[in-house]
Nanobody, 125 residues
Framework: VQLQASGGGLVQAGGSLRLSCTGV????????MSWFRQAPGKEREFVAA????????YYLESVKGRSTISRDNVKNSVYLQMNSLKPEDTAVYYC???????????????????WGQGTLVTVSS
């Protein structure tokens, strides 16, 4: 599995961005696909996840209602639509996937085998 994240950029507070993660993402190789973020000086943080089969979604509480994770089975891609962006959303965003991860481990970065290279999101106030 080779993942590549894109779509980051500079946006004003209140704006929107759509992040994309492309690569060879197929079930049963991948069970869940997720987005994480890492701000300067902070640990990598879970943002959202989607189960590849069935599409059930999970979110960090602070982005719930502002962000939507989705997948495209044909394009083998995962997306993160982020709206009403805040300066505290500024971070490098990574997509990650794993074929054996269980639901209780979704928020743990060390539970994932596959990672994209990251895309920078900067939200100005």
């Amino acid at each position: 599995v080779q993942l590549q994240a894109s779509g980051g950029g500079l946006v004003q507070a209140g704006g929107s961005l759509r992040l994309s993660c492309t690569g060879v993402i197929t079930a049963p190789v991948v069970r869940y696909m997720s987005w994480f973020r890492q701000a300067p000086g902070k640990e990598r943080e879970f943002v959202a996840a989607i189960r590849w089969s069935g599409g059930h979604t999970y979110y960090l509480e602070s982005v719930k209602g502002r962000s939507t994770i989705s997948r495209d089975n044909v394009k083998n891609s995962v997306y993160l639509q982020m709206n009403s962006l805040k300066p505290e959303d500024t971070a490098v965003y990574y997509c990650a996937g794993d074929g054996s991860i269980i639901q209780s481990s979704l928020r743990r970065p060390d539970a994932y085998d596959y990672w994209g290279q990251g895309t920078l999101v900067t939200v100005s106030s």
